[in-house]
């Protein structure tokens, strides 16, 4: 049995999963970028 979702409602999940998503991506930089400053820039340097 499926749930039939009025024109608003699927607005609003799209708006929220926009969001979340968003979300995500902010904190993985902001993990990236912690990362960066605690091992130092130089890291991106090295050679392969």
Do not use: H, Q, Y
């Not at 749930?3 to 993990?31: G, Q, Y």
């Amino acid at each position: 049995m499926s749930m039939v979702m009025t024109p608003d409602e699927l607005k609003a999940r799209k708006r929220r999963n926009v969001w979340i998503a968003l979300s995500i991506a902010a904190f993985i930089v902001l993990v990236f970028a912690i990362t960066l400053a605690k091992l130092g820039a130089g890291v991106l340097e090295r050679p392969l």
